[in-house]
């Protein structure tokens, strides 16, 4: 991502799977990178399943409307979560998913990388619970003003003591995936599709998309 | 005062609205005159926060059984230290008469004019059932008892119910039993059963209940336990 | 060097700050989006030598709180509308008994159950005019998680000061954000509970006046304390509801209390008013909104202003009346429907067109609406 000094995230996926405190060490990381941030999510039911999602803004300036539209960075960890936010990304932003969960499907004008965040966790790491702190390992190495220390001294002070070396093991494990990806090493279960190139849809401008209210989520 | 010893600084009466309520204009102690139904939230509140004051909580039978009913079963579950003193006239006497929880099936008021539909709670019991760990019932005519249950409730470390059995000739008795209030102190007399001569498993009519310390047992004060919480927390302890 | 921040929630803002203003004493019961401030009390309370009750109710809530602050220890509680509407027969008693406590109400849509975890400004009227009767009402609207701190510090000190019930209307916007701040506890100034400069003998002849509130002696203390939501002489202390006179003299003392030292008590932002053709008159998380806007706006070369109460009772009248006098337009977006944009029309009185945006759907306003409207007011502008 370029640096213009903001950036915009949303993170998704279902109840449990640990998306606030995802959003919440990303935020910590970017208040202690200096940078002024502002973190909300939508609570209610979808705590109990279903998609739900945090958001984060980063920013140079001072932060006023707190919601974010059009992320330039989405991270959707369900199928769920990847059918409602993926296309609430902007015109050349970045959608990354987790390759395990999700039945991929073109949206037109992002980028779109999946990863193998659940079968890391699992397999490499021999604890699912740290799916989130894979992805977000992921999700920050693709900013580059974000220094990894931040991040790993962040998720040192949210996880409880005895914990914190599996996590910061599943944060190294997320940035290797997106070394290894953009280095064009194969990564079994991992995909990618750069739509840099094509055409952006009309819906793409930078205008905000009015986000329709699901039954379910009232 | 029957050799309590409370220092009057650290005495307050709390009061709900009704005939009861009147007495906060009456005595010189610290008064707070609450709202309808919630002396109790009141007090709780204050006993909490300054567990050094000796509060006395004065309510009338709608005051504490209708609007306040749901704040007297869990001012009794958490066993705060209070003494609360119940009026129960059987009515609603400072509006002119309508029926009460107090008031028993078939009994007239201005609200029950064809006779009350409704069965009366049991305030005693209700306390008990719902953890008061000192519970009385005295009445008007025998006076000096009534007095020694109310001291036994000030001495007693945590939730004291007293019901005290008032009389309201001026509606109830007028209505129901008579408009005389000498002979409705006499009729008292008559109605009232020690309550080691009771049959506990009977009904209480209003014409038949017991007097007499119903319910005596010790269990930690809510302020005690807060406190023992409080320094578990790294807080001070006390107040 | 910058200073030491951390990301903070806006209700544990509110939580710290009520901490930091001393506040000893937390009674409430859960309702969303309040709840937090309920849990992390539960624990700091404690911490700190306080105390916390979860009552059974918000009415039992609110009358814990006077009890509590009658005692002597400052106290708040916090809910959401249907638990601020319960606690509105209480707020009128600590209203007239002039029992200071802070009642902190994180609005959600309504009415009823409504909309539980999505955020509204549909209190801002309830907030002043909740109870029955006739007294005064000081309300601040935290619009940053910072706010929700120092404004909760704020609202205990003008509670005591004016020995009043003060409300922070929070939403669940900025209740449940996270943002990047340093609460700074060191420097605050509290107000203290002090005793009225007198014999105890001679309490009852003492009387405040508008320029000098006495404070009120605590339950325990020397003084003989009487408190009633009855009618009292605002002399004597004693109730009387048989005299006009004394019932007129303390209904407008309670009112005339906060409004004669409305300068000292209205706080407003005013940000590019000072050449605006259009104003925006915005509140809580909508003026962050407002504020993004305005910044659009002038980047295309509009003159937009915006004035941000952070006193939304009593109503800033005097901020109203400077923009009035010199922008064409005020657009007022707020979450409900023409609640201040009434009072706000009220107060410019013909001098400016007021122009509102209403949102109840439980979803923040957005800069875009707003751009949208300040381009439409601009089109009539030029066409005139």
Known sequence: MADDGRLEVRVSGSGGQGILLAAAVLADAVAAAGREVVQTQSYGPEARGGASQAEVIASLEEIDYPEVDLADLSLCLSQAAFDKYARLTRAGGLVLYDSGLVDEMEIPGRRLRGLPFTDTAVHDLGAKVVTNIVSLGALCAFVPWLPPDAVDGAVAARVPARFKDLNLRALEAGRRLVELAEAGIAIEGAEDHDARGAAPVAEAEDRPIECEPCADER | ?239 | MPQPRKLVQGNEAVAEGAIAAGARFFAGYPITPSTEIAEILSRRMPEVGGSFLQMEDEIASMGAVIGASLAGVKALTATSGPGFSLMQELIGYAAMAQVPCVIVDVMRGGPSTGLPTDPSQGDVMQSRWGTHGEHSMIVLVPSTVLECFTLTVDAFNLSEQYRTPVIVLSDAMVGHMREAVALRVEDLRLARRGEPDCDPDEYDTVVSTLDHILPRPDLGSRFRVHATGLVYNRRSGAVDTSDPEVAADLGLYLREKIYHHRDAIVRVEEVGTEDAEIGLFAYGSVARSARAAMKAARKKGVRVGLLRPITLWPFPTGAVDRMAEHVETIIVPEMNIRQMAWEVQAAVAGRAKVVDLGRVDGRLITPAQIEELIDREVDHLRAR
Not at chain 2, 3 to 16: I, Q
């Open chain 2, 1 to 239: 005062m029957l050799g309590l010893e409370l220092d009057p600084d650290k005495v307050a009466v709390f009061a709900g609205i009704g005939c009861s309520g009147r007495i906060s204009n009456y005595l010189n102690y610290s008064t707070v005159h609450c709202a309808h139904g919630r002396a109790l939230p009141f007090a709780t509140g204050a006993k909490v926060a300054d567990p050094e004051l000796k509060i006395i909580v004065v309510m009338g039978d709608g005051d504490c059984a209708a609007i306040g009913g749901n704040h007297l079963i869990h001012a009794a579950r958490r066993n705060v230290d209070l003494t609360a003193v119940v009026f129960n006239n059987s009515i609603y006497g400072m509006t002119g008469g309508q029926k009460s929880p107090s008031t028993h099936v078939g009994d007239r008021s201005t609200t029950s004019p064809f006779g009350n539909s409704e069965p009366a709670f049991d305030l005693c019991e209700l306390a008990r059932a719902a953890g008061a760990t000192y519970v009385a019932r005295g009445t008007s005519w025998a006076y000096r008892q009534l007095v020694q249950l109310i001291a036994g409730g000030l001495v007693h470390e945590g939730f004291s119910f007293i019901e005290a059995m008032a009389i309201c000739n001026t509606y109830y008795g007028r209505f129901n039993l008579t408009a005389d209030s000498a002979e409705f102190l006499r009729l008292q007399k008559e109605h009232a059963v020690a309550v080691d001569k009771f049959d506990v498993d009977g009904p209480r009519l209003r014409d038949l209940y017991p007097v007499g310390v119903i319910h005596h047992v010790e269990r930690p004060a809510y302020s005690d336990v807060f406190s023992d919480m409080r320094q578990k927390a790294g807080g001070r302890g006390g107040g």
